[in-house]
C-alpha cells in the first residue's frame, strides 16, 4: 500500500471508532529534578539550569491556570526524584485536583503495582510511561546511570500500572533513538499485548520526537505519517497522541490521520504557567498557540476539540 492509500484507510478506521474528535489535556510539570541521566533530556542530573519543585500549593496554582483555560484532562510531570515527588506529596496533590479535572494522568517515575494502586485509589486514572527505546543496547547507552537503566524494571511498568486499575495507559518511543521500522514493531506488540490483557483500559500511543538532541536515527515528517497510519491500520482502537513538540502545520496535517488527543498551550517547566521566570524547560515546544487557536485549528479541519472525555462517577 503506498502512504495516500495507507492515509485514507487509517482516516477511515480512526472516524470509525473514535469519530471526527481530539481529546485535548495538558501537561503539570511539577519537578525538573531526576536522578538519571538519559543522554537526551534536559533534566538529566548532569544538565545545568534552573531547577525548581513545585510545592504541593504551587502545583495546585499552576493546575487552577490550566482549569480556567478549560482543561478538564491533566497530566502531572516530573523527573525521577521518589524523595521530593513522593507519595505523600501526590496524593496531596490528586485530592485537591479531583474537583478541577474529570481525569488525573501521571507521567513520573516506576512504581510497584502497590504504589499505582494506592495513586489509582487517590483518583489517578491514566499513566504514561515511555520505553524511549526498545532496542536493549541504544537503551543501555543513552540510560548510562539512575534507576532508569533498568530496561525490565521499565518496561514491565505498563503491566503493573494495568494491574493495579489505571483506565488509561499510554505508552511510546522516543523516535530518533533507534530505528524506527523495529521500534515500531516492537512498540505494536507491547501495545498489542497491553490491549488484550487490560482489555478495561483504554491503551494510547505517543509520539515523541527528540528535540535538542541530535537524533542517532532521525525521523522524518513522511516517516511520522506513516508510522501512524500503519499503527491504525493494526490497532485501530489504540488512542494516539500528538505533543507540543511538533510544530502547528504539522500537527494541524496529521489530525485527520489517526490523532485522537493532543496537549496544547503547554509549558514544560516546572512553574512555566505562572511565571515567565521559571525553570529549565524538557525540551522546547514548537506549538506555542493557546488553546482557542488549537480548538479553531481543530474546527477547521472539520473535527471537534473534546475537553472531557472520562467522569471518574462513571
Ligand atoms: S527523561 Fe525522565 S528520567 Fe531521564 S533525565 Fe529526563 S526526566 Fe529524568
Redesign the pocket.
Known amino acids: 500500500m503506498n502512504l495516500e492509500a495507507l492515509a485514507q484507510k487509517s482516516q477511515q478506521l480512526t472516524q470509525k471508532h473514535f469519530g471526527k474528535t481530539i481529546l485535548l489535556y495538558a501537561p503539570l510539570y511539577l519537578s525538573n529534578e531526576?536522578n538519571?541521566?538519559?543522554v537526551y533530556?534536559g533534566?538529566?542530573?548532569k544538565a545545568s539550569g534552573k531547577r525548581i519543585s513545585l510545592t504541593v500549593d504551587r502545583a495546585f496554582e499552576e493546575a487552577k491556570i490550566l482549569s480556567k483555560m478549560g482543561f478538564k484532562h491533566i497530566l502531572l510531570v516530573s523527573?525521577?526524584r521518589k524523595d521530593i515527588i513522593s507519595m505523600d506529596y501526590l496524593k496531596k496533590l490528586v485530592v485537591k485536583l479531583r474537583d478541577l479535572f474529570s481525569s488525573i494522568s501521571i507521567e513520573i517515575y516506576p512504581m510497584s503495582e502497590d504504589e499505582y494502586r494506592e495513586l489509582f485509589l487517590a483518583g489517578v486514572d491514566g499513566l504514561t510511561i515511555y520505553q524511549e527505546v526498545y532496542d536493549r543496547e541504544i537503551y543501555k547507552k543513552v540510560h548510562p546511570f539512575?534507576p532508569?537503566s533498568d530496561y525490565d524494571f521499565r518496561f514491565e511498568t505498563p503491566e503493573r500500572g494495568g494491574r493495579a486499575g489505571f483506565h488509561r495507559i499510554n505508552i511510546g518511543f522516543l523516535l530518533g533513538l533507534g530505528e524506527w521500522q523495529k521500534e515500531l514493531q516492537a512498540l505494536a506488540s507491547h501495545a498489542q499485548y497491553l490491549q488484550k490483557k487490560f482489555w478495561k483500559s483504554q491503551i494510547s500511543i505517543s509520539f515523541p520526537r527528540l528535540r535538542g538532541f541530535e537524533p542517532l536515527n532521525p525521523v522524518t515528517d513522511k516517516a511520522l505519517v506513516e508510522m501512524i497510519c500503519r499503527l491504525r491500520i493494526l490497532l485501530p482502537t489504540v488512542g494516539m497522541t500528538l505533543s507540543t513538540r511538533e510544530p502547528a502545520e504539522l500537527r494541524d496535517n496529521l489530525i485527520p490521520l489517526g490523532i485522537t488527543q493532543m496537549s496544547a498551550a503547554s509549558s514544560t517547566a516546572p512553574g512555566g504557567y505562572s511565571s515567565s521566570d521559571s525553570a529549565s524547560e524538557?525540551f522546547s515546544v514548537a506549538d506555542h498557540r493557546s488553546v482557542a487557536e488549537v480548538s479553531a485549528a481543530i474546527f477547521a479541519k472539520g473535527y471537534e476539540p473534546v475537553f472531557k472525555d472520562w467522569d471518574r462517577n462513571l
Do not use: A, D, I, T
Open positions: 531526576c538519571n541521566q538519559c533530556c533534566f538529566n542530573s523527573g525521577e539512575g532508569k524538557q
